[in-house]
């Protein structure tokens, strides 16, 4: 049985018994190359978790890997210390450098982020070859080796199981830290960034942490670079050197973390293979392999969009995952407020968009352990309301108030600590994850460990207790038999009460329900509508918005209808359904 993200044990056996055997059996120049694929593979490592999951696209992390090889070769020549003190250094210094264009570059989206990349990889390359200092264009040679225990590694054999020790820790620790709690979050980052802060994710935290850890990791192999090869320059840190190590990503697949060995391995012994057979099969010398090189990965993308690795997974057994176990300790719960209480108060609140008004000074009031429905025709404002009461929408103007609290200034994660939770009106699960990940998201802020813990698989404790609270909601809302399936597999209705299982395992004391009915046949309305009557049982208070008067109808307790960004009418629904405004605004009149 293997962890979630986690593959199947045997090819991992495989690979690391070659590792470990490879420089026995392999000539020296293609122990050489294992050692490039190692140095590689730590920069594209970097890439996969920044690219390929958290999707920042990245065309620098070469100038990461020659700030390292730039300031241990300094270190070690000029003030003639030891490599391995040179090391704290280089990674203290492409630390900084990591955060100070992580604040300033991730402040961007899309495109510009992406040349905002090119661009300082660019202006160090420049740095690099200008400095006096630094040896200019000719570079800073007489590097000394690694010793290791009294052991010069000044060989391509010797060093190479440092190289790939240091590699084989990065993989496992990556693996390890998408298999957590900060894993999941960082999965929901590239396509789900607000319902991942909707639950309490610090989403801009979080892309700063992974582009620091991209480039510590870059840092290193640029450490291993230096005293590898004993001698740096500022050719081996250009924008292709970027471009190339971004290309090992996506060729190896950018999702998936084995996908930085393959594209790596894929990429350096191609171009080697390419450079020899080329030149004897044509009887002509020049850079043909460029273009052949080109034209095989225009072959290879199109075959394997995704990447090799994730191709290779199709073709190997599946991994049998584990469910969690219910035995774990359970999760501690709010204490949620008396009924009757005022819970959700809302005064005058108004937004626009350019000339649209989009809500116009609404104001009611939900109280403790009832459910409050909101109506009205297509474009009244519902949603837009419930992106207010939230935190994804700033009031213009106006106050939202819960248990007394102004929160109408705090953002979503400071509204999701105060226990106010959501769904949406579209679908909104990470479909490449597991159901039981997804609703796992849900209980994110019911946990306290961080990067450094999931790395060293220190947190799994914790972890085992929050999968264990998604697997009992999604119990309570009978998905319980479709714990690990991927979620974009379910069906629509199903997709909707996982994202309602979601939000029971944030323990909400106020949860706000966009449309939870659309898709669900009559049977499956009526569980959803005997489960809302069971959280109003035990005092959770739910906010409704819904199209389906009939089961609206049957559930709420009070409704408050909206027209135009206006109130237009609340009370009880027997006295909703005969209100001639109502009617006016949903039938356009009836004699």
């Known amino acids: 049985m293997t962890r979630l993200g986690w593959p199947a044990p045997w090819p991992v056996s495989v690979f690391a018994l070659f ?9 020296a120049f293609y122990v050489t190359l294992l050692n490039y ?23 620098g992390q070469q100038a990461f890997v020659g700030i390292a090889a730039y300031t241990t070769a ?9 490599p391995w003190l040179a090391l704290p250094a280089a990674l203290a210094l492409v630390g900084a450098f990591g955060l100070v264009l992580g604040a300033i570059t991730l402040r961007l989206s899309g495109h510009y982020l992406s040349i905002a990349t090119i661009a300082w990889g660019i202006a160090l390359y420049y740095v690099f070859g200008n400095l006096p200092g630094l040896g200019e264009y000719s570079g800073i040679d007489g590097l000394p080796p690694i010793a290791l225990a009294g052991w010069r590694l000044d060989t391509a054999p010797r060093i190479y199981y440092l190289i790939w020790a240091v590699t084989i820790v990065a993989l496992v620790a990556a693996m390890n830290l998408l298999d957590s709690r900060a894993g999941r979050a960082l999965r929901a980052l590239r396509f789900r960034g607000v319902m991942a802060e909707s639950f309490g994710v610090d989403t801009a935290r979080l892309k700063v942490l992974i582009f620091l850890y991209a480039a510590l990791l870059a840092g290193l192999s640029g450490w291993l670079h230096a005293h590898f090869l004993r001698f740096v320059s500022p050719h081996a840190f250009g924008v292709n050197a970027g471009i190339d190590y971004l290309f090992m990503a996506v060729i190896g697949g950018a999702s998936h973390v084995w996908g930085a060995v393959i594209g790596s391995s894929v990429l350096t012994m191609l171009r080697e293979w390419l450079k020899d057979v080329l030149p004897a099969a044509i009887q002509r010398t020049g850079n043909y392999e460029i273009v052949v090189f080109g034209v095989l990965m225009l072959v290879l993308l199109q075959r394997t969009r995704n990447g090799i690795a994730p191709a290779l997974a199709r073709l190997l057994p599946a991994p049998k995952h584990r469910p969690p176990s219910l035995q ?9 407020p008396q009924p009757g209480k005022p819970l959700l108060e809302l005064d005058a609140v108004r937004v626009r968009f350019g000339g649209l008004v989009a809500v116009n000074r609404m104001s009611f009031t939900l109280r403790s352990g009832e459910i409050l429905g909101l109506i009205g025709p297509n474009g009244a404002g519902k949603t837009t309301m419930f992106n207010l009461i939230t935190g994804v929408l700033p009031p213009e103007s106006g106050r939202i108030r819960f248990l007394g609290e102004r929160i109408d200034t705090l953002g979503q994660r400071g509204i999701a600590q105060r226990g106010l939770v959501r769904t949406f009106q579209h679908v909104n699960l990470v479909s490449s994850m597991s159901v039981l990940e997804n609703v796992a998201i849900g209980a994110h802020l019911r946990g306290r460990s961080g990067t ?36 974009g597999s379910l069906a629509l209705g199903q997709q909707r009460i996982v994202e309602i299982a979601r939000a029971l395992a944030a323990d ?9 009915a659309a898709g669900l046949r ?6 959803l509508a005997a489960l ?10 739910v906010l409704l918005v819904e199209h389906d008067m009939d089961f609206v109808m049957g559930l709420v307790d009070r409704l408050v209808v909206m027209d135009f960004g206006e109130k237009l009418a609340e009370g009880a629904p027997q006295a909703i359904q005969s209100d001639a405004a109502v009617l006016e605004a949903y039938l356009g009149g009836i004699e």
């Open 37 to 59: 694929i190692g140095l590689a593979t730590l920069v594209a490592l970097g890439l996969v978790l920044l690219t390929g999951i958290a999707g920042i696209v990245s065309f």
């Open 522 to 527: 009559f049977g499956e309305k009526q569980a």
């Open 19 to 27: 590792i470990a055997l490879a420089p026995l059996f392999v000539p």
């Open 452 to 487: 450094l813990a999931a790395m060293a698989h220190a947190e799994r404790v914790e972890n085992e207790r929050l999968l264990a609270e998604a697997a009992r909601q999604l119990q309570r809302v009978g998905l319980g038999e479709h714990l690990l399936e991927p979620a």
């Open 532 to 541: 809302l009557r069971r959280l109003r049982d035990e005092h959770i208070s």
């Open 74 to 82: 300094v270190i070690t020549t000029a003030a003639g210390l030891s």
């Open 328 to 336: 774990a300790q359970p999760l501690p719960r709010r204490e949620q």
């Open 508 to 516: 909400p004391i106020l949860l706000l329900l966009d449309e939870p």
